[in-house]
């Protein structure tokens, strides 16, 4: 669809160099990016690699963070993806500030996040007392916990990402479809969704990177306990405390599982778009 | 786009209120430094254990004034992670850890200057949530199923302690969370997360009267001594020495005393 618009230049910048105020800076920030995890595998302790990767408690991290980020994407899915298209669709007074609160959690440090949950949905917390008066069901130490701070920080990254690709998409075909009798609901399920695919898609990587990664509102509001809450990235703080080797064997694992991850769905969603 | 740039704005702006509210502290104890640098001042930088927090707050003042024109600056945590720092180069110059093996892994490196010397002896207590008050009386009653219990990581010097405590008692715990260092256990209990936790004896005096603190004899077993030494990299030795006897002093025994330390 947006081909013909990018088709020419590619063409017209062909066999040109290009210009080296942009190189230099790039090649810089490339290194700046790619020399710490380097770092990570030039310093790994290779030789004794087999017997730290069999410890049961690195197995469980994993198996627990796979688990949590895996489910705390499902939950933004469901939830930020019509969050979303409100936002993109919906006009209405304070619209922008609703906008600008969604992405809140982007810029609160994660453990203010943590305490910020505590305070709402621990077992004092506004809502978390009447959760555990009404149902017993308290949530901080749980691995639910987990999936709620995870889902907490990861989720303005799918809102901003699909809203985007809703405002970026064609509305002449939503309109088509109403025009033709489709209900709204119709419209969203069978037109805008399939449009808006890629932008879910990547909203959906970024979330679940994000999880992945998520340290500091879990152990604030979820604690650590191996194969409840305890996943890598506490795995690894808690590591590098007495054994920083083992820490950098956890990091190989989470960094070598994400980059799998990540780029069979990249190849995935690119084969699609 | 006008919108979606004016929603960058509103985050940008949003991300620098919530950097400068977070610095705030930190701006004000730099304008010190910067300042007494101008008159000529210098800065003494202690990595202390975190529960020393209120002690070696309340003896680096007393340090500043007996030292115009020195600033004091404290870097509290985990032990070990501050001894990962110091062994990785961090610019102190006194280290006072939680606990002699944690020291070690500093003096081992050759990062300390002398022998280290105990200034403190700290015990352990169940630290007891509001609501959960009167449900503990000893060590054994930490085994109840329906109590929320939280330890500190057995990497942790106070994991460490828990655990011999725990052992001596013949007592088995399932905890809900270990947690990083003994202030986060503290902060469990307090919010009324965990009903209680073990913690030392100077946490819950800190915590004036928002947890209850039940003493027990085996904590006889579980006791940590507190070393303190001067870096080898100290960039200000001679303020480091002073520091580290003011601690060592009278003056120094009787804020430790008044915070629940016991002399070594």
Not at chain 1, 164 to 173: H, Q, T
Request: aromatic share 6%.
């Amino acid at each position: 669809m947006r081909a013909p618009a990018g088709g020419a230049s590619p063409e017209r910048g062909f066999g040109r160099r290009p210009p080296w105020m942009l190189v230099l800076p790039a090649l810089v920030g490339l290194g700046f990016l790619v020399l710490p995890p380097a770092g990570l595998l030039l310093r790994a302790p290779w030789s004794t690699l087999g017997t730290r990767l069999a410890d049961p408690r690195v197995l469980e991290a994993l198996r627990l963070s796979l688990l949590t980020a895996t489910a705390a994407t499902g939950v933004c899915l469901v939830l930020g993806v019509p969050l979303a298209w409100v936002l993109a669709r919906v006009p209405f007074p304070g619209a922008r500030l609703v906008r600008a609160l969604v992405t809140v959690p982007l810029v609160l440090p994660p453990v203010v996040g943590g305490v910020a949950l505590l305070l709402v949905l621990g077992r004092r917390g506004l809502v978390g007392q009447w959760l555990d008066a009404a149902f017993g069901v308290t949530l901080p130490f749980t691995t639910a916990g987990v999936v709620l701070a995870q889902t907490f920080v990861a989720m303005p990254f799918l809102v901003i990402s699909v809203e985007g690709a809703l405002r970026a998409a064609d509305l002449r075909y939503e309109e088509a479809a109403a025009t033709l009798g489709a209900t709204r609901w119709t419209v969203f399920r069978r037109v805008t969704l399939p449009l808006v695919a890629p932008g879910v898609l990547a909203g959906a990587v970024l979330c679940w990177a994000r999880a992945l990664g998520e340290f500091g509102a879990t152990i604030t509001f979820a604690g650590s306990f191996p194969g409840r809450t305890e996943t890598m990235p506490l795995a690894v703080y808690l590591a590098l405390e007495t054994d920083p080797e083992a820490a950098v064997v956890l990091s190989l694992v989470l960094l070598a599982v994400s980059v799998l991850v990540l780029t069979a769905l990249r190849d995935r969603w690119l084969d699609v778009a | 786009m006008v919108e979606r740039v004016r929603t960058r704005i509103a985050a940008l702006v949003l991300a620098a209120v919530t950097a400068l509210a977070l610095a705030g502290c930190g701006d004000v104890e730099d304008g010190d430094a910067s300042a007494g640098a101008e008159r000529g001042g210098r800065t003494l930088t202690v990595f202390a254990a975190a529960s020393l927090t209120e002690t070696f707050t309340s003896l680096g003042e007393a340090f500043e004034a007996a030292h115009p024109g020195v600033t004091v600056r404290f870097g509290f945590g985990g032990s070990s992670t501050l001894a990962q720092q110091i062994v990785q180069g961090a610019p102190a110059d006194v280290f006072a850890a939680a606990s002699t093996a944690t020291m070690k892994t500093v003096a081992d490196r050759g990062a300390a200057s002398g022998q280290p010397r105990i200034f403190a002896r700290n015990r352990l207590v169940i630290a007891v949530a509001k609501d959960a008050a009167g449900k503990v009386t000893s060590l054994r009653d930490l085994a109840g199923r329906d109590l929320k219990v939280v330890l500190c990581a057995e990497q942790a010097p106070c994991g460490d302690a828990a655990g011999k405590a725990l052992r001596a008692g013949g007592v088995r715990v399932e905890p809900v969370s270990r947690e990083k260092d003994v202030k986060a256990v503290l902060t469990k209990v307090r919010m009324g997360e965990a009903d209680a936790g073990l913690v030392y004896r100077t946490d819950v005096r800190a915590a004036s009267g928002q947890v209850t603190g039940v003493e027990f004899p085996e904590s006889a077993e579980a006791g940590n001594d507190y070393p303190i030494a001067v870096l080898a990299e100290a960039p200000q030795p001679e303020l480091a020495r002073e520091f580290v006897r003011l601690v060592l002093s009278g003056q120094g025994r009787t804020v430790l005393a008044q915070a629940g330390f016991e002399a070594p």
